[in-house]
């Protein structure tokens, strides 16, 4: 097994002899069977074990047994203990996933601590098929299908050339010791209960089953890396400066919704978002979609992407005073004493206030977060974020909506609802009546 694992890090160019290797090694068999082949095939090994207080005393155990081998091999040996259920509830994790965090950040920060060249972990060809098989169980595109990868970044896993019974085979011959994780046996965990419980249905239609999958894991991944050759070719020609891109261009791609996600992706759009994007491209331009960090308008030829810059809050003084005022909008002004003949009209774009509740000067400005008043003829306060949700409004119809205040108050949302602690009652003398003049896009 030994010349296997060797030759497959040659393959990859995962590893050199000529820097240390921080090995994760958990005290199981897979991690105790790499630190061995490392060892043995030449390498500077460091074992690197997390205590993450799970299991009570079979977490202690694993950790004086880790720290003995590594003795025994004359490794260095490095181990960090971690309040894992805390960490969990903290960040809202569950407990596998804040384990994974906790145990990779750790790893990266002895690597550079080291000088390591790369980390080592035990994932084995069984490892890579239940992947697959988790990620083809929850839907996912075809980097989900090609399973794990020889290399991540800085990680690196020299055991996914053999399976987990080659392992304990290995390990039987020569006569080498590890302890048993108990939870293994648990089928409460996804991972665990593809393991226990479908791989061994599978097994009864095909008792080579994991070795098919692994195979198929093989052929996906050179096709992925086909695809993505194809991805970077289009982004070439479709991508043209100033972040347009070419309508036509794309068309002339197979599957241009693939390609059109994928480049999409870069910028932060998500999967139905770019759905909606394609189905755009053959109707009138106008159409503006966002990621959350860029904005996208389907033009006539081109797709015109833009960063999203958060901009200040604007704001204007008003005295409130002004016969007409032309800044952003266009508002007139008229303070107006009641009398017998006053009526209001009804009318979105007219606003009455009574004057005496009013404080001088008002402001005109954009909305920010927190924002709310109490929309007229309603008693309870509402966020002006739910009610933009309520009434539908894209991101851009919230950036070109104004807010007309009176001190911190909203008094109204200017072309839609005014507050109804400003609006008129029967001890009202005067009113101030405020006109919104909409340009033509406005008032569509």
């Known amino acids: 097994m030994r010349d296997v694992v060797r030759a497959y890090i040659e393959k990859y160019q995962l590893l050199t002899e000529s820097l240390p290797v921080l090995v994760g090694v958990s005290g199981g ?4 069977a790499l630190l061995t082949l490392l060892v043995e095939s030449g390498y500077s090994c460091i074992a690197a074990h997390c205590n993450f207080h799970l299991r009570g005393d079979e977490s202690m155990r694993d950790e004086q047994f ?5 003795r025994q091999l004359n490794v260095p040996f490095l181990k960090v203990d971690f309040d894992t259920r805390q960490y969990a509830a903290e960040r809202h994790l569950s407990i596998e996933m804040a384990a994974r965090e906790l145990r990779y950040n750790w790893f990266e920060e002895q690597r550079l601590a080291t000088g390591a060249q790369a980390i080592a972990v035990a994932h084995h060809r069984d490892d890579s098929v239940e992947t697959l098989l988790m990620n083809l ?14 290399r991540n970044g800085f990680v690196v896993r020299p055991l996914l050339v053999v399976s987990r019974a080659d392992i304990l085979e290995w390990l039987a011959k020569r006569n080498l010791m590890y302890v048993t994780d108990s939870t293994n046996e648990s089928d409460a965990y996804t991972r665990n209960f593809i393991r226990l419980r479908v791989l061994p249905l599978l097994e009864e239609l095909n008792p080579s089953v994991k070795t098919a999958i692994a195979r198929t894991s093989e052929h996906l991944a050179a096709t992925e890396a086909v695809y993505l050759h194809v991805v970077e070719e289009a982004r070439r020609h ?3 400066p100033g972040d347009r891109f070419s309508i036509a261009a794309l068309m002339r791609y197979p599957s241009p919704d693939a390609i059109l996600y994928e480049l999409l992706k870069t910028y932060n759009f998500t999967r139905l978002v770019a759905e909606a994007v394609y189905l755009s ?12 960090t860029h904005r996208l308008i389907k033009d006539r030829d081109y797709l015109l992407l833009s960063p999203l810059v958060k901009e200040k809050v604007k704001e204007y003084t008003l005295t409130g005073c002004e016969q007409n005022w032309f800044g952003p909008v266009e508002l007139s002004f008229e303070k107006v004493v009641i009398k017998e003949d006053f009526h209001i009209r009804k009318d979105k774009n007219i606003a009455y206030f009574d004057y005496d509740k009013l404080t001088f000067p008002l402001t005109l400005r954009t909305w920010k977060e927190g924002d709310w008043f109490i929309p007229f003829g309603m008693k309870g306060r509402k966020k002006l974020s739910d009610y933009f949700s309520d009434r539908k409004f894209s991101r851009l119809d919230k950036e070109q909506t104004w807010l007309l205040c009176s001190g911190d108050a909203v008094i109204w949302v200017v072309g839609e609802r005014p507050d109804n602690r400003f609006c008129l009652d029967k001890m009202t003398k005067s009113v101030l009546v405020v006109h919104f003049f909409p340009t033509k896009s406005e008032s569509k």
């Open 29 to 32: 068999a897979d991690s105790i």
């Open 66 to 70: 880790t720290r003995e081998y590594a």
């Open 137 to 150: 169980v929850r839907g996912t595109g075809i980097r989900g299908m090609s399973g794990i990868r020889p």
């Open 238 to 240: 479709v991508v043209e």
């Open 281 to 292: 491209l053959t109707k009138e331009p106008g159409k503006v979609f966002y990621s959350s």
